[in-house]
């Protein structure tokens, strides 16, 4: 992940366009919870207002980077990048820690509502921008999201408990996107094939 030559005074379709490809490889380097508009920002070529004048938020951000390109694809990055990263603090471990916690210490358990929700919440705004353009199907998007955070935070629990000791990242990016696929009515060979196809899988 490196930082471009700087954006300047160009077209503001473009630096839209810089601001999401930055995005996504920050997220992939970094994880969600390691991302920052600064990050980004650097990435881009451009400051950190000037991310912000275009996007609200940093989850504004981040939920355009991920509907920005084919449903299918942001699905198959954001299986990639969270099986290697976590969804929250890039730490699988690191979260399974904060849940246990949680349940005792209402502070983080607040933490871990607010960290849970934008997640869920991420993956909600994805399969809605896949049924908009007609690529998935789900009769309810919040179920849908519910289910397929579930899903991830399940494996995540094996994994970081090694049980099965060959469930490597790899796997659980297959795993959960075959999930995946049959939850939003897609073809899991032809999801799997995508994520062979960005170097992941095997």
Request: charged residues 25%.
């Amino acid at each position: 992940m490196t930082a471009v030559e700087p954006l300047g005074p160009k077209d503001p379709e473009e630096r839209r366009r810089r601001i999401l490809v930055a995005a996504i490889d920050v997220v992939k380097d970094r994880g969600f919870a390691g991302t920052r508009v600064s990050d980004i920002a650097a990435v881009a070529g451009t400051s950190p207002a000037l991310v912000l004048y275009h996007y609200s938020s940093l989850a504004d951000v981040l939920v355009a980077a991920l509907t920005w390109s084919d449903p299918v694809d942001a699905l198959v990055r954001l299986a990639a990048a969270t099986a290697e990263n976590g969804a929250e603090f890039g730490d699988w471990a690191l979260w399974l820690e904060v849940w246990v916690r949680a349940r005792h210490d209402a502070r983080v358990e607040e933490v871990r509502a607010a960290l849970d929700a934008r997640w869920r919440a991420l993956l909600r705004d994805l399969v809605t921008s896949g049924v908009t353009r007609g690529e998935f199907e789900a009769p309810d998007a919040d179920q849908a999201a519910f289910r397929l955070a579930s899903s991830m935070d399940g494996l995540a629990v094996q994994a970081v408990l090694g049980d099965p000791p060959e469930l490597s990242q790899d796997q659980m990016a297959r795993l959960w996107l075959t999930g995946a696929a049959r939850e939003l009515g897609l073809d899991p060979l032809d999801v799997l094939g995508r994520l062979a196809a960005v170097g992941r899988g095997s």
